[in-house]
């Protein structure tokens, strides 16, 4: 029986000077359904009374019962048309005022329909290759960076980590097969709105005139930029001076510090995968992964879109640009 009875409930409340492992045993359920009953019901395993929670129980149900519709039913597959995540999908309803399912129901669905034949399943995000730790010497990059004195991510004011401002940029570039065009990505925060561009080779020259165009066709504020020690960002100090803006850059190796970057880089692979060849993408074909990115619901921002984000901000039009 999925859910607790009345009785197991009353068991519960009887055998509460028992460890919750015990009581599961006693019940014939999972320790957890326990944990998660005492959790929900009680401040405390001696304030557990087992009619209320029985009673909040059937307040909670009919929230939680709501059945599968056509509406429903198209709102999933509208969703994962559009490479949204079952938890996007949930949330961007809810948002909306929208009826849908939990989670785990729109996943469901989605298995339902591949093993009909369907093909939403390739909609889903595929989980990237495990983190492989660096062993051996250090790279030319780290060597580069610990040679040169440039303006280190701890010097980065800390109004950049808190996120409480739009302006504050990551980069990066991603790759195509046998380094065949390179993908410019500019990352900002507060919103995860992304930026890109494609160039035929990773040569400093060709990353600074692609930031700095980016941003300036964007019109979008910028107040500072942190980018990894890669060789291509050797420019830093004149994409600084063209948008009078500061540049930071992160420890080697320590991805984390722009995490920002580091998730639209993965939400990118997910159109263009590692075996691609970046060179034959055209300017559209580039715009139209961009789009479906800032288009996705994210979590951070209460499931609205990056884009929709973008739109409500008050833009101040950067002009003067210095070159």
């Not at 109004?159 to 980069?171: A, C, H, M, Y």
């Not at 700095?212 to 050797?234: I, K």
């Not at 619901?297 to 609205?304: D, E, G, T, V």
């Amino acid at each position: 029986m999925p859910h607790l009875t009345l009785a197991q409930r009353y068991q519960i409340g009887a055998l509460r000077h028992l460890k919750p492992a015990q009581i599961a045993q006693q019940i014939g359920k999972h320790r957890s359904v326990v944990t998660r009953e005492l959790a929900r019901n009680a401040a405390s395993v001696a304030d557990y009374q087992p009619q209320t929670a029985q009673n909040a129980y059937r307040q909670r149900r009919p929230n939680n019962a709501t059945k599968l519709t056509a509406t429903i039913s198209k709102s999933i597959q509208e969703g994962m048309t559009q490479h949204w995540s079952p938890e996007q999908i949930k949330g961007r309803c809810q948002k909306n005022s929208q009826p849908i399912l939990s989670t785990g129901a729109i996943y469901n669905y989605i298995w339902r329909d591949q093993a009909q034949g369907g093909t939403l399943y390739r909609h889903l995000r595929h989980a990237s290759k495990p983190y492989r730790k660096r062993y051996g010497k250090a790279d030319a990059r780290t060597k580069a960076a610990k040679r040169a004195a440039k303006p280190s991510i701890d010097d980065r004011p800390e109004v950049v980590n808190q996120k409480t401002r739009f302006g504050d940029w990551e980069l990066d570039t991603v790759i195509g097969q046998n380094h065949k065009g390179v993908l410019v990505t500019l990352t900002e925060r507060t919103t995860n709105y992304l930026l890109m561009k494609r160039i035929d080779d990773k040569s400093a020259t060709e990353t600074r005139k692609a930031i700095v165009g980016l941003l300036r066709e964007s019109r979008l504020p910028v107040h500072t930029l942190t980018s990894d020690n890669g060789t291509e960002f050797a420019d830093y100090e004149q994409i600084a001076r063209s948008l009078r803006a500061d540049f930071y850059f992160a420890h080697p190796y320590r991805a984390w510090e722009r995490g920002a970057n580091e998730h639209n880089n993965k939400l990118i692979r997910q159109f263009i995968p590692k075996k691609i060849d970046f060179s034959q993408m055209g300017p559209k074909e580039i715009q139209t992964y961009e789009n479906w990115i800032n288009n996705r619901p994210r979590k951070k921002l209460h499931y609205s879109t990056p884009a929709e984000h973008v739109k409500s901000i008050l833009l101040t039009p950067i002009v003067a640009f210095q070159t």
